[in-house]
């Protein structure tokens, strides 16, 4: 039996469909995907690691966003909601859009059942295009875990694995320091 064709969505015609949606959904090389709501250990962490950042980065030209902005991941192909991003020095928008990002210095994504495969695939190549970004870093919500990816002096990017509640994540590209204490402070397993 035939399929029906599936009609590809451009990113101008995304662009008109978030404007007034009730939701928020991702843009992937012309599907769109709808985001689910998150866990309370997710916002409690999120919460957390905004407030740390926004304190630790206070006086700098460094700003923080929830995930109401979106991200450019790869022009024309991929738009994101990250659960956290931060810019430094101008904010650098796509054309016409005040809403879409494309200059991240560090992305941040707490890791669900449901998209820990994505985050760390997919989403995360389409991160790497990204020519500002320095850090992405993958919060687990349902034990201490915490992944660095970074970029290195050679471009190339390197993982740091943190489990316990005592040690640091280094954001070099921003000059801040995240305990695990701090990031999970709220959260009880």
């Given at each position: 039996m035939?399929?029906?064709?599936?009609?590809?969505?451009?990113?101008?015609?995304?662009f008109?469909?978030?404007?007034?949606?009730?939701?928020?959904?991702?843009?992937?090389?012309?599907?769109?995907?709808?985001?689910?709501?998150?866990?309370v250990?997710h916002?409690?962490i999120?919460?957390?690691?905004?407030?740390?950042?926004?304190?630790?980065?206070?006086?700098?030209?460094?700003?923080?966003?929830?995930?109401?902005?979106k991200?450019?991941?790869?022009?024309?192909?991929h738009?994101?909601?990250?659960?956290?991003?931060?810019?430094?020095?101008?904010?650098?928008?796509?054309?016409?859009?005040?809403?879409?990002?494309?200059?991240?210095?560090?992305?941040?994504?707490?890791?669900?059942?449901?998209?820990?495969?994505?985050d760390?695939?997919?989403?995360?190549?389409?991160?790497?295009?990204?020519?500002?970004?320095?850090?992405?870093?993958?919060?687990?919500?349902?034990?201490?875990?915490?992944?660095?990816?970074?970029?290195?002096k050679?471009?190339k990017?390197e993982?740091?694995?943190?489990e316990?509640?005592?040690?640091v994540?280094?954001?070099?590209?921003?000059?801040?320091?995240l305990?695990?204490?701090?990031?999970?402070?709220?959260?009880?397993?």
């Open positions: 035939l399929q029906p064709e599936k009609k590809m969505i451009s990113p101008e015609e995304y008109k469909m978030e404007q007034t949606s009730e939701y928020k959904s991702e843009y992937y090389q012309g599907d769109i995907f709808a985001m689910s709501g998150a866990s250990n916002n409690l999120v919460s957390d690691v905004i407030t740390a950042l926004n304190t630790a980065l206070r006086g700098s030209d460094c700003v923080v966003f929830p995930s109401d902005i991200v450019q991941a790869d022009e024309l192909q738009y994101t909601y990250p659960d956290i991003s931060v810019v430094c020095g101008d904010i650098e928008f796509i054309a016409d859009h005040d809403d879409i990002i494309v200059n991240p210095v560090v992305i941040v994504e707490v890791l669900s059942e449901s998209t820990a495969d994505y760390r695939g997919s989403k995360f190549k389409a991160y790497r295009k990204i020519s500002s970004l320095r850090n992405y870093i993958l919060i687990d919500q349902y034990g201490y875990s915490v992944e660095n990816f970074f970029k290195n050679e471009d990017w993982l740091e694995e943190f316990n509640l005592n040690e994540v280094k954001i070099k590209s921003v000059g801040v320091e305990s695990l204490e701090n990031i999970y402070y709220h959260v009880h397993f």
